[in-house]
């Protein structure tokens, strides 16, 4: 069954659980400073190198910075669309130290309800999704947040959106709901 396409309203909640590079492998990848890094600087600094690969030349694309806001919205949290980006990634990190929300579905044709994952995003993670990964739009979770958000500009049309049909809502486990720094 597609995301799209209900007989009758269903209700699912999704458990959302905590980030991490592993479960989130096949949607994309997740930018934080950890494992190896490079000093730099004259020692003064670090840098974490090829965290995320930005994928945004397709059809003549390019890619482009911008900064997005986002208002917090209480748990459960209730789903309204899926949307992808078939002609490049879309990175998102955040910029003033807020957790937020994390709804994804594999790549392909519109998902099944069954395929939805969610995960909580610590303050210090940033999410690049890869090129064709359905997700649902950001999610602030304890107060109003921005992004930096690379992803790509130029001809073509590059963002598919479907209407989920069924009353979804995302709620945190019990070590996802507590606001770590």
Not at 9 to 35: H, K, M, N, R
Not at 60 to 71: E, F, K, L, N, P
Not at 101 to 125: I, K, N, R, T, Y
Request: some cysteine.
């Amino acid at each position: 069954m597609s995301a799209q396409n209900h007989d009758k309203p269903t209700a699912i909640t999704l458990t959302a659980v905590p980030l991490t590079a592993e479960q989130f492998a096949p949607y994309g990848d997740v930018i934080e400073s950890t494992g190896p890094s490079n000093p730099i600087n004259q020692g003064k600094g670090w840098r974490y190198p090829e965290l995320a690969g930005v994928d945004v030349t397709t059809n003549q694309g390019y890619a482009t910075i911008s900064r997005v806001a986002c208002v917090p919205e209480a748990i459960p949290v209730p789903l309204r669309v899926l949307e992808r980006h078939p002609l490049g990634s879309q990175a998102f990190i955040p910029v003033d130290g807020q957790r937020y929300l994390v709804v994804v579905a594999p790549a392909g044709e519109p998902p099944g309800l069954d395929a939805l994952q969610a995960f909580v995003a610590d303050s210090h993670q940033g999410i690049n999704y890869h090129r064709g990964v359905w997700h649902h739009p950001m999610i602030a979770l304890d107060a109003a947040c921005e992004f930096v958000e690379v992803h790509r500009a130029g001809p073509g049309d590059n963002c598919d959106e479907i209407e989920l049909g069924a009353r979804i809502t995302v709620g945190l486990t019990e070590n996802a709901s507590e606001n770590r720094p």
